[in-house]
C-alpha cells in the first residue's frame, strides 16, 4: 500500500496552489513559500516592468513517471513560466548565457581564492590549492553572482558587483569545498572531481585539517565584509553542514518519517549553502526583507533540485560522466530518493534500508529494485517541482538579463548528465 508521501505525489497530476504543493513536502525547511498576496513582474509589451498577480495553480502533466528530456526547453510548465521573459530591459538578453553573463567575475575567482589561502608552509598550501583548480561546477558562485547582479537591477542600481557581493561568491566556493574534503574522509572516497582525494594522496588528517583550514579562512573573509547578518547567514550554513552530515549517518524506521528525513537533509546539507548565500548578497544591497526572502527561496529549491538530480544521476550515469564512481550512496548505505520512492512496488527494500545494504547482494539487489520501479522518474519530476518554484521566486524580481539567466540556469540544473 502507498504511503501518504507517495498518494500525495499522485494527486500532484490534479490542480493546486503553491502554497499546498510546497507545505505537502513535509516543511521540510521551515520557510515554505505562500503565494498569497505575491506579485511577479511582467513586461509585455505595453506593460513595462508593472506588477502582475502570480497565477496561483500549478497545472502538472497528466503523466506522473514523464522523464525529463535531456537538453530541451520542455521542463517548465506554460502556466508556470514567466511572461517577463517575452522581454527584457537588456535587448541582447536572449544572446547571453549565464555563463556569458558571469564571466567577468567568476574569470579570476579561483586564483583570488588561492591568494586568501596562501601560507608559506609549501604541503598546506598544496592541500587547499588542490581542488581550486578551476576545474569544478562552479555552479554556486554563479548562482551568487547572477543573484547579486539581478538584485542590483531590482534595487534600482547598476548590475555591476559591489566588493562584498563578490567576496560571498568567493566564500560560498571555499566552505563548498571544505565540505568536500571532510565529505571525503567521512565517506572514505579515494575519487573526487575525475582525480584522487586528499586524503587518499595526504591521509585523512591532514585532509581534516585541510578542511578546518579553509573554512577559517572564509570565515576571515566574512569578518572582512563588515555586515553582521552576513556573517550570521554563514553561520547557519556552517551549522546545518554539520547537522546534515549527523542527520546522513542515522535513517528513520517510520516511511513517512524517512522521506522528510532524507528532504531536510538534503537542505541542510546542499541547498542552505545557495540559499543563505543568495540571501547573503541581497542584504549587501537591498533593505527589504521580502527581497531577502526571493532570493534565499530561489537558492533553497534549486539547490534541493540540484540534490535531486545529483541522487539520480548516480543511478543513471557511469563514473566517466560523474568524476566518481555510479551506485556510491548505496555503497555507503544511503537510501536517496529514487531508493525510497521505489520502496512502494517493492517493500522488501524497507528492511535492506535499516541494515544499510550491509548484507551480501542488498546494493545489487536495491539497484535492480529502483530500474523496475519508477523511483528515477519520480525523483525527477520531485526535482522539477522544485525547480518550477525556483523559478516562480526569482521571476518576482525586476526583468533583467541576469534574473532570466537564473531561469536558464534552473532548467540547466535539471537537465544536466554530469
Not at 516543511?27 to 516592468?49: F, M
Not at 591568494?115 to 558562485?141: N, T
Not at 533553497?300 to 560522466?321: C, M
Not at 535492506?352 to 519520480?378: C, H, N, P, T
Request: with cysteine; net charge positive; aromatic share 8%.
Amino acid at each position: 500500500m502507498a504511503c501518504p508521501w507517495l498518494r500525495q505525489c499522485r494527486r500532484w497530476s490534479a490542480n493546486c496552489t503553491n502554497a499546498s504543493l510546497f507545505e505537502t513536502l513535509w516543511h521540510c525547511n521551515a520557510r515554505a513559500a505562500s503565494s498569497v498576496g505575491q506579485r511577479t513582474w511582467s513586461s509585455g509589451l505595453g506593460n513595462e516592468g508593472t506588477p502582475s498577480p502570480l497565477p496561483t495553480q500549478i497545472h502538472a502533466k497528466s503523466n506522473f513517471t514523464t522523464s525529463l528530456t535531456r537538453h530541451k526547453s520542455r521542463l517548465l510548465n506554460p502556466t508556470l513560466q514567466p511572461r517577463c521573459c517575452r522581454k527584457t530591459v537588456h535587448s541582447d538578453a536572449k544572446l547571453k548565457d549565464p555563463f556569458t553573463l558571469a564571466q567577468k567575475d567568476l574569470t579570476n575567482l579561483y586564483d583570488d581564492i588561492r591568494k586568501e589561502l596562501f601560507v608559506s608552509k609549501e604541503e598546506l598550501k598544496s592541500l587547499c590549492d588542490y581542488y581550486f583548480d578551476g576545474k569544478g561546477k562552479a555552479i554556486r558562485p554563479l548562482i551568487v553572482v547572477l543573484m547579486a547582479r539581478a538584485l542590483n537591477i531590482h534595487s534600482n542600481r547598476s548590475g555591476d558587483l559591489i566588493p562584498g557581493q563578490r567576496h560571498v561568491a568567493m566564500i560560498t566556493e571555499m566552505i563548498h569545498t571544505a565540505s568536500l574534503v571532510h565529505d571525503d574522509v567521512i565517506d572514505g572516497s579515494d575519487k573526487r572531481r575525475g582525480k584522487s582525494t586528499i586524503n587518499e594522496v595526504w591521509g585523512e588528517k591532514k585532509a581534516i585539517l585541510a578542511g578546518d583550514f579553509i573554512l577559517s579562512v572564509a570565515s576571515m573573509a566574512m569578518a572582512r565584509i563588515g555586515n553582521n547578518t552576513v556573517v550570521k547567514v554563514f553561520a547557519q550554513v556552517i551549522e546545518d553542514l554539520v547537522r546534515g552530515e549527523f542527520m546522513q549517518l542515522g535513517s528513520k524506521e517510520n516511511e513517512n518519517e524517512r522521506f522528510k528525513h532524507y528532504l531536510e537533509k538534503t537542505f541542510k546539507k546542499t541547498a542552505s549553502l545557495i540559499a543563505n548565500s543568495c540571501k547573503a548578497v541581497s542584504v549587501l544591497v537591498n533593505s527589504d526583507p521580502e527581497v531577502h526572502e526571493i532570493a534565499y527561496q530561489y537558492g533553497r529549491n534549486v539547490g534541493i533540485a540540484f540534490q535531486l538530480v545529483d541522487d539520480v544521476l548516480d543511478f543513471t550515469s557511469g563514473t566517466n560522466h560523474l568524476g566518481k564512481p555510479s551506485a556510491a550512496d548505496l555503497k555507503l548505505g544511503l537510501a536517496t530518493g529514487p531508493v525510497l520512492f521505489a520502496c512502494r512496488q517493492f517493500p522488501e527494500l524497507h528492511s535492506m534500508i535499516m541494515r544499510r545494504f550491509s548484507l551480501k547482494g542488498d546494493i545489487e539487489q536495491a539497484w535492480k529494485f529502483v530500474f523496475q520501479s519508477d523511483g528515477v522518474q519520480q525523483t525527477e519530476y520531485l526535482a522539477k517541482r522544485y525547480g518550477q518554484e525556483a523559478v516562480r521566486q526569482i521571476s518576482r524580481l525586476r526583468p533583467s538579463a541576469e534574473r532570466d539567466a537564473l531561469i536558464s540556469l534552473t532548467e540547466m540544473v535539471l537537465t544536466r548528465d554530469k
